[in-house]
Structure formats: structure tokens, C-alpha cells
């Protein structure tokens, strides 16, 4: 059975960090292109940054330099370090396997 469950979301100052993990289950994010979404209140879902399967990563402008993704294969599970966070960055961030499978989100505020 395919799962995927992210963890790490939660209220943080403007200038601060968090890491995104995302635990897979029946699937590898090593055997396709893996990447974390975001979906901000009436804005549309956005690729925020993905990994190929040989390690090579993309960034959406709005968070190179300040976001890094990562994969641990013997984990089977995928990171996104989050610095120097915007109130902008607000959302609820997804990951997913090859965009066929998504996981519940988790929520990450970026508040005073």
C-alpha cells in the first residue's frame, strides 16, 4: 500500500527554520523525481522544489537559497530545509512521488 505522510510544519518567526520530512511507504523516491508542492490560501498549488533520481535538484525562484531538498535512500524518505523564512511562505507543503502520489500536507506559518 502506497503512504506518504509528511511531519515538521508549525508556526515560525520570519528569519526562521524548519525541516520538512516526508516518510514513503510501497514506493521509492530514488526510482523517480520526487518534490515538495505548496498551496497557499487563493493561490494555486506550486512546485516549490524537486530531486531527480541521480540527486540533481530545481528550485522555484522564490525559495533558491533558502530551501534545500534531500533524499535519504536508506530511509526512504525526503527533506525540505526551510531558511530564512517569509510570511509568504505560509502554506500547506505536500510532497510528492513522481506527481503521481501525494501525501496529507502539513502546515507551515510563518507569523509574529
Known amino acids: 500500500q502506497v503512504q506518504l505522510v509528511e511531519s515538521g510544519g508549525g508556526l515560525v518567526q520570519p528569519g526562521g527554520s524548519l525541516r520538512l520530512s516526508c516518510a514513503a511507504s510501497g514506493i521509492w523516491f530514488s526510482f523517480t523525481t520526487a518534490g515538495w508542492y505548496r498551496q497557499a490560501p487563493g493561490k494555486q498549488r506550486e512546485l516549490v522544489a524537486s530531486i531527480i533520481r541521480s540527486g540533481n535538484t530545481n528550485y522555484a525562484d522564490s525559495v533558491k537559497g533558502r530551501f534545500a531538498i534531500s533524499r535519504d535512500d536508506i530511509k526512504n524518505r525526503l527533506y525540505l530545509q526551510m531558511n530564512n523564512l517569509k510570511p509568504e511562505d505560509t502554506a500547506i507543503y505536500y510532497c510528492?512521488?513522481?506527481?503521481?502520489?501525494w501525501g496529507q500536507g502539513t502546515q507551515v506559518t510563518v507569523s509574529l
Open positions: 510528492s512521488w513522481g506527481g503521481n502520489y
